[in-house]
């Protein structure tokens, strides 16, 4: 799937629910799916700055393609961060770097989410696509 099927995915699975609360508890089941945090990996040099968290966000290469572990330490920012790595993890560095950053207000997160929480799912979106041009070639 294309980072625009993914994010078309995702905002059609949120416009599922009519309350906040109910998309609030979708959120929060996206970070209960994430893979186990490496430990090793839970370093300040990892540490997304610019969340009212802490967050983590761990790029590796696999196959010529960029993939992400992630972390954080309050349950609705862990729900974007996984968000965020499975619109964005699985593609080439160059197809996240070349990305258009606007893409995810389709999401509509500036009603869901508090002016803090979109500054830092924004942040979290600059990292990713800052590791993806730090691979490209």
Request: with cysteine; hydrophobic share 40%.
């Amino acid at each position: 799937m294309t980072i625009t099927n993914k994010i078309e995915y995702y905002k059609e699975s949120l416009e599922t629910f009519d309350d906040t609360l109910e998309k609030y508890r979708f959120l929060l089941d996206q970070g209960k799916k994430a893979l186990p945090f490496p430990e090793e990996f839970r370093q300040d040099s990892f540490k997304v700055s610019g969340c009212q968290a802490q967050v983590w966000l761990v790029p590796y290469l696999k196959d010529k393609l960029i993939f992400f572990h992630s972390d954080s330490d309050a349950f609705i920012s862990k729900g974007m961060v996984t968000i965020l790595c499975d619109i964005y993890g699985g593609n080439s560095p160059q197809e996240i770097a070349n990305t258009d950053v606007n893409l995810l207000n389709v999401l509509e997160l500036n009603v869901l989410l508090t002016p803090g929480r979109r500054n830092g799912v924004y942040a979290m979106l600059l990292k990713i696509i800052e590791h993806a041009k730090s691979h490209c070639k």
